[in-house]
Nanobody, 124 residues
Framework: QVQLVESGGGLVQAGGSLRLSCAAS????????MGWFRQAPGKEREFVAV????????YYAASVKGRFTISRDNAKNTVYLHMNSLKPEDTAVYYC?????????????????WGQGTQVTVSS
């Protein structure tokens, strides 16, 4: 079983920046597409960003494109989400997820394993 652990969440003011990290177990991290999702209280889990297994391709939700950047360091078994120009509506629990695929899945049910999440709160 692949284990994912998110970190880096916290409280930040609107307009600020934050970097989330997701550390993965195992020796096959480079075979997984990795995604970030978020879920606010009372709302559905929402796609944020995904990166291909090599890091060569990315895809973003329209709501975050231009503000967030997903990246990965396969040598460290870690995927990152750099969040800039944060807005109060970005407040949510952020989850990383993985899928052993060469593609760029963007639906929650397209991912096989998930982290426990890290809270991001953006104040106004």
């Amino acid at each position: 079983q692949v284990q994912l652990v998110e970190s880096g969440g916290g409280l930040v003011q609107a307009g600020g920046s934050l970097r989330l990290s997701c550390a993965a177990s195992g020796r096959t991290f480079s075979t997984y597409a990795m995604g970030w999702f978020r879920q606010a209280p009372g709302k559905e889990r929402e796609f944020v960003a995904v990166i291909s297994l090599s890091g060569g391709s990315t895809y973003y939700a329209a709501s975050v494109k231009g503000r967030f950047t997903i990246s990965r360091d396969n040598a460290k078994n870690t995927v990152y989400l750099h969040m800039n120009s944060l807005k109060p509506e970005d407040t949510a629990v952020y989850y990383c997820a993985g899928k052993r695929t060469t593609g760029l899945p963007n639906a929650p049910n397209g991912f096989d394993f998930w982290g426990q999440g890290t809270q991001v709160t953006v104040s106004s």
